[in-house]
């Protein structure tokens, strides 16, 4: 087979790459190449079945490409899209969820709802991770990984984030120059300084940023200066996050992604509310807050819960219940008792459900379920399970959270 090869780009994955065939009929993935497009590449890769193939020219640009807004986009791995105009992005994600549910399950097309788009395409990420890098001369580097690597790729801007970044990165980088500080080598297991994470509170203009260090002489969290939370604030809710706790990364998007879910259930029949993966309780807190009835969350994260606690606290939001235990766990404890005008959101990591969450969850025997999903693969999965125990999938709602990823956020209300 000839290593460099001219393809016509049929389709995307689910992943961004562009998809077509190679002479010999096998199917090869092409990053940064569109749709109708023919490109001469390079095979980088051969697999079984597949191949990976790196563009060298293109050779018939698609209709459709536009110039990238940073200069790092085809090196840097956070943006695989920039090269596609944000209402065409957000037209391939709603058709990737549509494509990848019916592969599993058949349903009526009025089930699946158009993507509510961003309402920022740009400069929306609350937090970002960025990682220190030395090259041979010695010369210290921070910005992001490059795709499927662990080179890291200056940058002295990041257009997800608030431009605040390019201050912050700028000192970031002097720090470690003054101060003669050594770049952690994964390696050799040797040198200093690893990543800098970068919180920011759109609504509050409250910054954290947290300078993680490899050096076990370190205490494991120790505070330099300010507060050791920061605030944001969603809807008419005040939120806590500390520096380990998992929050929504698209402020702008929570806000749309809570009513959402609201609007989604029925709040006049609803009983008790279980938030399940409930991170600091965004999503519970919200619901109970609206409703007024009674909310339990299970998340597995010690200092997450804590989050959640106060955050319930902070809001007066009274007859909540945090439990720290993993779901698949903790759900033998209160499955019992729900009832059949209980509400349950799950929101799991991009694994989806644990088997044994996934069959106690489908034995019961009436409730509403609210599935919110960031990896459409595996949220088709567990609806084919939830369907096939008799649950019906009454709305599939996408939602872009993540413009210039491939990433798609989707809510799924089963009954
Ligand atoms: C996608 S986040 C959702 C958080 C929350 N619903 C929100 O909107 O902010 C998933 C959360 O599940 C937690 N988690 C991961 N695996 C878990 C498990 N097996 N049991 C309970 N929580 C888990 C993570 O710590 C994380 O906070």
């Known amino acids: 087979m000839d290593k460099i090869q001219t393809v016509r780009i049929n389709s995307l994955s689910y992943g961004g790459q562009g998809i077509g065939k190679l002479e010999n009929g096998k199917v090869v993935f092409v ?15 051969k697999k079984k079945s597949f191949a990976i193939g790196r563009i060298l020219e293109i050779i018939e640009p698609s209709e459709k490409r536009i110039e990238p807004l940073c200069s790092a986009f085809g ?26 549910i019916s592969h599993q399950i058949e349903l009526k097309e009025e089930i699946f709802k158009p993507i509510i788009k961003a309402v920022n395409p740009w400069r929306y990420r609350n937090k970002i991770e960025f990682s220190y890098g030395m090259d041979k001369a010695g010369q210290i580097f ?55 994470i970068v919180r920011y509170g759109f609504n509050t203009q ?10 076990s002489d370190l205490p494991t969290s120790h505070l330099i200066s300010g507060k050791n939370k920061i605030k944001e604030k969603i809807d008419d809710l005040t939120f806590l996050i500390s520096p380990e706790s998992f929050f929504q990364s698209n402020t702008n998007m929570t806000e ?3 009513n959402t879910i609201l609007n989604l259930i029925d709040s006049d029949k609803l009983e008790n509310i279980y938030d ?9 807190l919200f619901i109970a807050g609206k409703t007024k009835k009674p909310l339990i969350g299970i998340e597995s994260n010690d200092s997450t819960i804590l989050d959640a606690k ?62 919110v999903s960031c990896n459409p693969t595996t949220l088709a999965r567990d609806l084919a399970a939830f ?29």
């Open 31 to 45: 990053s940064y190449a569109l749709p109708e497009e023919t490109v001469k590449i390079e095979i980088i890769k």
């Open 276 to 284: 399940l993966f409930c991170g600091t309780g965004i999503i519970g």
């Open 75 to 100: 090196k840097c791995g956070g943006c695989v899209w920039q090269n596609i105009p944000y209402e065409e992005q957000a037209k391939i994600k709603e058709s990737q969820v549509r494509e990848i």
């Open 310 to 371: 106060e955050n319930a606290e902070l809001n007066q939001i009274g007859n909540t219940h945090f439990i720290t235990g993993e779901v698949e766990k903790a759900i033998l404890d209160i499955s019992g008792n729900i009832t059949a005008n209980g509400l349950i959101i799950v929101d799991p990591p991009r694994v989806g459900l644990h088997p044994k969450a996934l069959k106690v969850l489908t034995e019961l025997k009436s409730a509403t379920i609210i599935y």
């Open 387 to 415: 369907v096939n125990s008799g649950f019906k999938i009454e709305v599939i709602q996408p939602i872009d959270m993540f413009p210039q990823t491939y990433h798609i956020e989707t809510i799924v209300k089963l009954t």
């Open 206 to 215: 409250e910054l954290m940023i947290n300078l993680v260090a490899a050096n």
């Open 256 to 258: 749309v992604l809570l």
């Open 142 to 196: 921070l910005g992001l990984f490059r795709s499927n690597s662990y080179k890291i790729i200056d940058l002295d801007d990041c257009f997800l984030t608030d431009d605040k970044i390019k201050e912050i990165l700028k000192t970031g980088r002097n720090f470690a120059k003054e101060n003669n500080l050594t770049v952690f080598k994964m390696k050799k297991n040797e040198g200093l300084l690893r990543s800098l």
